[in-house]
T-cell receptor
Framework: AQSVAQPEDQVNVAEGNPLTVKCTYS??????LFWYVQYPNRGLQFLLKYITGDNLVKGSYGFEAEFNKSQTSFHLKKPSALVSDSALYFC?????????????FGKGTHLIIQP | GAVVSQHPSRVICKSGTSVKIECRSLDFQATTMFWYRQFPKQSLMLMAT?????????EQGVEKDKFLINHASLTLSTLTVTSAHPEDSSFYIC????????????FGPGTRLTVL
């Protein structure tokens, strides 16, 4: 069975500082990894994904994530946080195999950017 | 591109009634659509996988007779909550994946169901 862990319920960062939202995963096989962001009472917006290739993935709104196979991690990062980045962030994993599977989500991390 | 819509965005119904939620991919063809459920302050849980023209595949613990899924075309999947009860109140979110298998899942805005 595959699983995703987001160890932090909430991350607080001052505006302009770098931010990191942590994610580790457990899956047998090659993972497809995703980050999504959710605003209140809204669906999820895709940020970025890792399928294969370069371990550093760049996504929307200046976010990036680094796939680390040895540490089974896929932490989300941004060099300079904006107040508008405040939202709920989900890491998700899918077992590779042709796209027939749904995603397994972490519990989510609330990111709060303080002005 | 890659827009997914859901209708309605919010629905309130009486216990015992049935509610249909539509999920549409607006600018791409979705061979596979997924239905998730999200309880307040919790993560999304996959309910079922819907493939166009075939029966949906339900996750363990999800009652297929209660949550009827139909994927009649490459742009539309529907979820019908039959004989709804208060415990079915939740945020239902669909996602759609385009042809090709490796495409990203794009999510709809969700439907807030409240059963009185």
């Amino acid at each position: 069975a595959q699983s995703v862990a987001q160890p932090e319920d909430q991350v607080n960062v001052a505006e302009g500082n770098p931010l990191t939202v942590k994610c580790t995963y457990s899956v047998s096989g090659n993972p497809y990894l995703f980050w999504y962001v959710q605003y209140p009472n809204r669906g999820l917006q895709f940020l970025l994904k890792y399928i294969t290739g370069d371990n550093l993935v760049k996504g929307s709104y200046g976010f990036e994530a680094e796939f680390n196979k040895s540490q089974t991690s896929f932490h989300l990062k941004k060099p300079s946080a904006l107040v508008s980045d405040s939202a709920l962030y989900f890491c998700a994993v899918e077992l590779s195999g042709g796209g027939a599977d749904g995603l397994t989500f972490g519990k989510g991390t609330h990111l709060i950017i303080q002005p | 591109g890659a827009v997914v819509s859901q209708h309605p965005s919010r629905v309130i119904c009486k216990s015992g009634t049935s509610v249909k939620i539509e999920c549409r991919s607006l600018d791409f063809q979705a061979t596979t659509m997924f239905w998730y459920r999200q309880f307040p302050k919790q993560s999304l849980m996959l309910m079922a996988t819907s493939n166009e023209g075939s029966k949906a595949t339900y996750e363990q613990g999800v009652e297929k007779d209660k949550f009827l899924i139909n994927h009649a075309s490459l742009t539309l999947s529907t979820l019908t909550v039959t004989s709804a009860h208060p415990e079915d109140s939740s945020f239902y979110i669909c996602s759609a994946r385009g042809t090709g298998g490796l495409d990203t899942q794009y999510f709809g805005p969700g439907t807030r169901l409240t059963v009185l």
